[in-house]
């Protein structure tokens, strides 16, 4: 009878498809101009958990065929939000494919949950008359 | 003053929606949806972009919104807005102030059009309807009473 060779101690496990996927993905849409967060409510919100990580605004949940469908939840700037889902699709099928993981990807849903929209700035006080400035003390000119 | 205006319930749809950037929210790539904060906000905002609106919401909104926003919490850009949104279509309700002078039907109309257009261009979602109930007129110079400095002391 063979014994099995004395193992290694077991180095930290990599993480799952299924958390690099959802690290993928948000981390992908956050590169998106008019992307501006992942929404994250006071209570609550979509979180991927794995061994030892919570991947905030994504939620990545199998489906039957060995894939993987991604939820994506951003808070947007005031911009055309179905093209901008388009962009974030793309950004995030081909951070997915760069790593190898392309037929794990499943449909990428976005939700937009909330808007920023920039607010005027308070009105500054207008800045004195431009005048020479005033010479250091004790310079003397010509 | 109250008064309520009868410029409730005109179906704004127009085309197929879905005309942000021409993408779909539905594909086989993935749906895309938005959610009711969203589409409250983009109206509040359009309905103010519109000359005539002075603020919205009713007394006791506008009253705990400007105390709210004050203090940083709340937004006072969903005041007087409520909404329903399904997967392809939205319903708006919204509460006007206009100000005195201005032709209520005209304003109404103008942000029906503005808020229609603005959701369905930034969300893609169609507007069913926009439901405006003009709560109040304001008058140049309301605000004025409010903040007026407290008379001098009387006595030294």
Redo the contacts between chains.
Sequence with gaps: MRENPPQAPAAEAPPSDRVLLARLAIESALKVDGVVDPHLPPVGGHSTRGAGVHVEGVTVNASPGGIYD?GLHLVAR?????????RV?DRV?GAVRRAGLAERLG?????????V?PRPSPVEPPEPASSPPAPFPGHRSP | MTEESSAAGTEVARGGG?S??????QS????????D??VS??AG?AAREVPGVYNMGGGAARAVGGFTSRIGFGDD?TQGVGVEVGEREAAVDLTLVIEYGESIPQVSNAVRDNVAKRIE????LSVTEVNITVNDLYFPGDEQTEEEPPPPPRVS
Excluded: Q, Y
């Excluded at chain 1, 005031?78 to 388009?86: C, I, S």
């Excluded at chain 1, 976005?110 to 808007?115: A, I, T, Y």
């Excluded at chain 2, 261009?121 to 893609?124: A, H």
């Design positions: 991604v005031v911009v055309p939000l179905p093209a901008l889902a388009e699709r099928e449909p990428i849903s976005v939700r937009f949950e909330d808007l929209e | 879905a942000g950037g021409n993408a779909p929210l086989g790539r993935g749906t895309t949806t938005i959610a904060a969203v906000k983009v905002i850009r261009g930034i969300t893609g």
